[in-house]
């Protein structure tokens, strides 16, 4: 369909709203009455409850009212729960503690909420939560996972002995073992993945609207998938029965997997609106964000990789302990078992693979799945031992990851997936060649001479995404299906709207959508609307996270297309008195191929309305609907090089250069997909060099703000180089496989890799600050 179809580098249509500041938040909301909330939140790690006062709050100026923990269970609210049920490897299910919307008798980590305020204004209500009179016992905290199953450690939640939430493995043992037993190399390494802030751009936000009349609720809020927040909060928490639950997820400024879950200030706001008898708005402001926001990652790993005389990988053991937090979110007991560990097998064909992980309680904030989820944290295992272990070798570590790529598919690994497509020596190939690795040791050899170090790092990474199937995941603990759903509305004037349970907050899905649709049915994309985030306009639908949205939310509007498109020709064929199988559409027509006989697009949709002459039998109207449930995952999967500068002298480490060459398979839009590259690219970066979240040991945060917590920028990072090659995903009928989170997953080990290669040691964590990176360049003097 000329430009606008798949494939075209059409221009965002969303972004004129955004760019002129016409894009509308749940902060822009504003209903008849509306008052501002205030939490009141603990300001230690671990305490008792012993009395709240709130007379003085409620008396000061513009209150309308205080509540509490004790008056949400009298009202029958429930707790937040895990929706993913993780079974220990002696057949025990997870330990799950419960974690109330506000607290009653215990708090668990240094912003746990207490009490809320409802005020006149924003300020009033900040003003009052302060005069909110807590009495505390405070109790002993632990923040760190290995310490918080020693013994003697403090118990968070009396479920959880020693904190253990589940001790889980995959993979077999005896045949792990037997590889190590005759291995002739053996690599050990102890790897630590460190915790992050999610901060996208716009804070979380909850606007409550309770309607006494219809006794019905409505929520705004920003949220990645708003039914399953409906379903949610109906279903378990008992806020309100589904069918009067409207969920509203308008705008959303970035979410990077922290917006995906059920937090208590939702349900406290519809809760406090039918309380108080106003719309009830909180808006975070960004403290608040950094103590309460989904945290992720921090796992710390003992790996051990082994290899046969040919240095082929024939084992490999993982042992991780992972930091829940004070309470398990709405995903976290998968990202670190089943969105991990089946991903240990990277590109590489591995015979045997066991890994056993701890899930473990802490006081800290929640960690949940954050941009790749439990993908990250398996490519970085991963590669850091092929690139360690090929300096051990004194091997090329393109060359050892080459001798043990998977070349051949479908692949079965020994922990689950099943890789369906794949070339990963394509990619490898790709980036080495936009990389000049050829030249690469001239340019060290300049950079020594002017005073510098310079390194180069690989990273081969792939990932799941579309996770799927339904009956799959629901065997393996799953508490939803992890299907899709689409409407594809014609109009009576032939415009078209697409109603897809998928939610878009930064990834394009207005134009994306809108061009499939275009070239399906020979339509410009300005006659096409997107709809989604509204559980009243929108069928049934499983939100955005995972790089689902094209490799399943465009399916099921594909499943839909093919309805409509099957409709609108034996329309047309009855118009134009032709056999259906010669209608063809093109152009903003439906002809008859071979003929000068056409309807236009309009005409037909307006005949399916008017109903006045239609095939017998058939129904008026042209809308049609789909669910779409994936046979297997996708399986992303790609090449990154990273090349480094480093001036011993301060630990600065400069980027000189950044490849990725990824596999996608077919891709709508180029443009927007080399922004999805980039995007995760930078926030994998972060990681590597900047970001990292630390308590003291009494709990509390020391980085939450961005004084504190340091953000990349502009001047931190190169111009990418981005390419990408193509092996179809046979699982779809569009041949995706996603591309939102693939930066973020295989930049980590390609920095720290680099940094490695330039100073000679291998002992770096991230965030490998300039302080962390000097210190290592001593000790490896010495």
């Known amino acids: 369909m000329g430009i606008e179809g798949i494939g075209a580098r059409v221009a965002r249509k969303e972004d004129k709203r955004f760019i002129t500041g016409a894009g509308r938040y749940v902060d822009d909301m504003v209903v008849p009455g509306m008052k501002h909330a205030a939490f009141v939140r603990s300001p230690h790690a671990h305490a008792e409850i012993v009395g709240i006062d709130v007379d003085k709050a409620r008396g000061m100026p513009g209150v309308i009212d205080v509540l509490i923990g004790k008056q949400l269970k009298a009202d029958g609210i429930g707790n937040l729960i895990c929706g993913w049920m993780i079974h220990s490897k002696d057949g025990t299910p997870m330990k799950m503690g419960a974690w109330s919307p506000l607290a009653v008798d215990r708090v668990r980590y240094v912003g746990d909420a207490v009490a809320i305020v409802v005020a006149d204004t924003k300020g009033q209500a900040r003003d009052a939560a302060e005069a909110v009179e807590i009495a505390y016992n405070e109790l002993a905290s632990v923040v760190d996972a290995s310490k918080a199953m020693d013994a003697g450690a403090p118990q968070i939640h009396p479920e959880a002995d020693n904190n253990l939430i589940f001790d889980w493995e995959i993979g077999n043992a005896a045949e792990t073992e037997a590889a190590f037993q005759k291995a002739a190399h053996v690599v050990k390494m102890d790897i630590v993945n460190n915790r992050l802030v999610p901060n996208a751009m716009e804070p979380r936000a909850a606007l409550g609207v309770y309607d006494k009349a219809e006794d019905h609720y409505t929520c705004w809020t920003t949220s990645q998938n708003p039914h399953v927040a409906r379903l949610v909060m109906s279903a378990f928490y008992n ?26 200030e939702e349900i406290v706001c519809l809760w406090a609106s039918k309380k108080t008898g106003v719309p009830v708005k909180w808006v975070a402001d960004r403290t608040e964000s950094f103590l309460t926001d989904a945290h992720g990652r921090d796992h710390h790993t003992h790996a051990e990789m082994a290899f046969d ?39 590489y064909d591995i015979p045997a693979i066991h890994a056993n992980v701890k899930a473990i309680y802490t006081n800290t904030a929640p960690v949940d799945a954050y941009r790749g989820a439990g993908r990250p944290e398996a490519a970085f295992n991963v590669e850091r031992m092929l690139e360690v272990a090929a300096r051990q070798f004194g091997m090329s570590p393109a060359e050892l990851r080459r001798k043990n790529f998977v070349t051949t598919f479908p692949h079965q690994t020994p922990v689950i997936m099943n890789y369906d497509a794949g070339d990963f020596a394509a990619s490898l190939d790709a980036a080495m060649k936009a990389a000049d690795y050829v030249g690469f040791e001239q340019r060290r050899e300049a950079a020594k001479k002017a005073g510098k170090l310079r390194g180069i790092g690989f990273s081969c990474y792939i ?14 603990g799953a508490g939803v299906g992890l299907w899709e759903s689409a409407e ?33 049915l020979s339509v410009p994309m300005d006659s096409i609307s997107i709809v989604h985030g509204d559980t009243d306009k929108v069928q049934m639908g499983m939100g955005t996270y995972g790089s689902r949205s094209g490799a399943v939310g465009m399916s099921a509007i594909v499943k839909a297309l093919d309805k409509v498109e099957a409709k609108a020709r034996k329309i047309a064929a009855h118009l134009l008195e032709a056999d259906e199988s010669d209608i063809v559409i093109e152009d903003g027509a439906l002809k008859v191929a071979g003929t000068d006989k056409s309807v236009p697009w309009f005409q037909v949709a307006l005949a399916a309305y008017t109903a006045h002459n239609l095939p017998a039998g058939m129904e008026p109207g042209l809308k049609e609907t789909a669910f779409y449930d994936p046979a297997n995952f996708t399986f992303p999967a790609g090449c990154y090089i990273c090349e480094v500068e480093i001036d011993p002298e301060t630990g600065m480490t400069d980027i000189i250069q950044f490849v990725a060459a990824d596999d996608f398979g077919n891709i709508i839009n180029p443009m927007i997909v080399e922004g999805q590259v980039h995007g995760g690219v930078a926030q994998g970066i972060g990681q590597a060099l900047l970001e990292g979240a630390n308590y003291d040991d009494g709990g509390q945060l020391l980085t939450a703000s961005y004084m504190d917590y340091t953000m990349p920028r502009a001047g931190d990072l190169p111009s990418f180089k981005v390419s990408t090659t193509s092996t179809p995903s046979p ?10 989170e693939a930066g973020a997953i295989g930049s980590p080990p390609a920095v720290i890799n680099a940094i490695t290669d330039a100073i000679g040691s291998e002992d770096i964590t991230m965030p490998a600050t300039p302080q962390k990176v000097w210190a290592a360049i001593r000790a490896a003097k010495h």
């Open 309 to 347: 005389q040919d240095y082929k990988i024939i084992g490999f053991k993982v042992e991780t302990k992972a930091n829940l937090g004070a309470y398990m979110s709405l995903f976290s007991s998968a990202t670190p078992t089943y969105l991990y560990a089946t991903l240990l097998s990277g590109q």
């Open 488 to 520: 594809v509305r014609v109009n009576a004037v032939g415009t078209i709207e697409v109603l897809t349970g998928s939610h878009s907050h930064g990834q394009g899905h207005e134009t994306t959508f809108a061009q499939l649709v275009a070239q399906r």
């Open 731 to 740: 699982s779809n009928p569009l041949g995706l496989k996603g591309c939102g």
């Open 239 to 264: 806020v309100a029965p589904e069918n009067k639950l409207r969920v509203i997820a308008p705008d959303v400024g970035g979410g990077f997997g922290s917006k995906i879950y059920i937090y208590p």
């Open 463 to 476: 990932e799941a995404c579309g996770i799927a199937p339904s009956a799959a995941v629901g065997s393996l």
